[in-house]
């Protein structure tokens, strides 16, 4: 108090670390703001990893904003360090999962943030077994390395002890052992690791449809910058089908070499050709679920398909699986909570189909879901959070299907209509490339939806304009790190 007197009648003060948090919260109650300021100056010129949590507490408390920020910022670019620190277990457990749940959080690897949860939880443990849970689904367990999974998470007493666990370490050996990826942002690197989502366009035809095209082009939109990927096998045709299992590309069948099929080893940058189609196919499907790829539907040249063919990377061998209830080309093909759904498509040369077939791999069998609300083809479908988007088809609309009420509805609307699109998810926001306008030509803009808000926004033109091509999101090397 003598301290703030001094201030108020001669204007002069020495703040330090011993006196700081007693005259800001002496200056706040006396709405001293001059003083307040200068606390608070200082406390912003001393925060560091060791004291930012409690500088974050009383933050919080009186308010002060731009000293919140400024700490939560260091909170997540500074992670590794501020978790080794004590104070870090005193955060409350809505605090740390703010952190946790940031796609921003500044970690080398995800093995950091598993153990600050781990220290954090046997702190805290008197909560109760559910909040383990409850942080767990924050921490991006398929992004551990898989021996790191199996001995430190799996082998875990306490982790064992949490039955509401389970689930959570199922879905992280799925990923681990199959290859299984789906659009779970436990999927996904945080902004800053070492790995980076990658989208890739594979093929397709030229601007005016005539040419097929021989490129692989490849662009990160974390940093704008793409990677120079190996150039495509032979003469690369367009309408084959393109899906990554175990973070290597496929693609399968096309106008050229319909039953050829070839593995891009992304860590090595290789093409290799992998076991053939059993029937030629091109404006098929392709999907991978529970750790195989699947080859849907067709066309053979003479007629539309309704077979299916199972790919198995343990044996190289594709093997015959239960045909379509219907035959169907250029339909949307995609994966949804361990089923494979097939979604409008072309019937014959004339007409299109609004139908939705199911298959479940457990029952080995297909069934008709709500129909589209509109019967096209040359569709794109993607999976993103348990829901499926399906565009294209010369449409301006992008929809969305709900597999567990079986609901349809229109989400948002494109600057113009797309057919033959490349369409893909990265950083939990679709990405839709190229595609074929109103005037049947190829074009180079790209166009991002976000599902969070809804929002159709503008990204960077692709390198010339494409249709028919195939679209993937794999995972790279992050050489913004190098």
């Known amino acids: 108090m003598a301290l703030v007197l001094d201030f108020m009648y001669e204007g002069r003060i020495t703040i330090q670390e011993e006196n700081v948090q007693e005259i800001l919260w002496m200056s706040d109650f006396l709405d001293i703001s001059s003083l307040r300021n200068l606390c608070v100056k200082f406390l912003e010129s001393q925060l560091d990893p060791l004291n930012c949590v409690g500088i974050k507490k009383i933050a919080d408390t009186l308010s002060i904003p731009s000293l919140s920020d400024k700490t939560s910022k260091m909170m997540l670019e500074r992670f590794t360090e501020v978790s080794i620190q004590e104070e870090f277990l005193d955060l409350s457990k809505e605090e740390l999962i703010e ?183 091109w404006r098929h499907g392709m999907v991978t679920l529970k750790g195989q790829i699947y080859a849907v539907g067709g066309f053979d040249g003479q007629s539309r398909l309704s077979t299916m063919e199972r790919y198995s990377s343990f044996t190289n061998a594709w093997t015959a699986a239960t045909p379509m209830l219907e035959a169907v080309s250029s339909a949307g093909v995609v994966t949804c909570k361990n089923k494979l759904y097939v979604i409008g498509g072309a019937v014959n040369d004339h007409q299109s189909t609004d139908k939705v077939q199911c298959y479940d791999p457990v029952e080995d069998k297909w069934t008709y879901r709500s129909p589209a609300p509109f019967c096209k083809d040359c569709i794109s479908a993607v999976e993103i959070d348990g829901l499926i988007y399906v565009v294209g088809g010369l449409m301006s609309t992008i929809f969305k299907y709900q597999p567990e009420p079986d609901v349809w509805s229109e989400v948002a609307a494109l600057p113009g209509v797309l057919e033959s699109c490349g369409v893909t998810v990265c950083g939990g926001k679709i990405y839709i490339l190229g595609g074929r306008d109103e005037n049947g030509e190829g074009t180079e803009k790209t166009f991002v939806y976000d599902p969070k808000t809804n929002i159709v926004s503008e990204g960077q033109p692709l390198l010339r304009g494409i249709s028919h091509h195939g679209c993937v999101t794999p995972f790279c090397e992050d050489r913004a790190h190098d």
């Open 99 to 281: 952190y946790l749940s940031s796609d921003d959080l500044v970690v080398p690897k995800e093995e950091v943030v598993f153990e600050a949860v781990l220290r954090w939880y046997k702190k805290n443990e008197t909560r109760g077994e559910k909040v383990l849970k409850d942080l767990l689904e924050h921490v991006r367990l398929p992004m551990l390395d898989p021996a790191y999974f199996l001995e430190k998470v799996e082998m875990d007493k306490v982790i064992q002890d949490s039955p509401e666990c389970v689930p959570l370490l199922y879905e992280a050996q799925l990923y681990h052992i199959l290859g299984d990826t789906g659009n779970s942002i436990r999927m996904r690197p945080r902004r800053f690791m070492d790995l980076s989502e990658m989208i890739v366009a594979i093929g397709g035809c030229d601007k005016r449809g005539a040419l097929k095209l021989p490129y692989i082009d490849s662009y990160d939109p974390k940093t704008g910058q793409g990677m120079g990927l190996s150039g495509l096998p032979g003469y690369i045709k367009s309408e084959m089908a393109t899906c990554v299992l175990k973070n290597n590309i496929y693609i399968s069948g096309g106008h050229i070499d319909s039953r050829h099929v070839w593995m891009l080893n992304v860590h090595v940058n290789s093409w290799v050709k992998v076991a053939s189609l059993s029937t030629g196919r």
